[in-house]
């Protein structure tokens, strides 16, 4: 199993750890460790349409550290 330290506070390492999961899954579908199967479950074949979302600015209270996170 992989691991890669990410922070949702700043991003960092966001997109590398979508990338390394996705060249993962990548290598175990050539390698015929996981097979893309049409249906409801499984791994998709094709291209998927992202439904749109709407999102507005909102402000929301710092918590102290210099972050708009409250967890």
Do not use: Y
Request: glycine share 12%; proline share 3%.
């Amino acid at each position: 199993m992989k691991f890669i330290e990410t922070s949702s506070r700043n991003g960092d390492n966001v997109n590398e750890a979508f990338h390394m999961i996705a060249q993962e899954i990548q290598n175990r579908v050539d390698e015929g460790e996981l097979r893309p199967v049409d249906g409801w479950e499984g791994l998709k074949t094709g291209i998927m349409r992202s439904q749109s979302v709407c999102l507005s600015e909102r402000s929301f209270p710092q918590n102290g550290t210099g972050g708009a996170c409250g967890c």
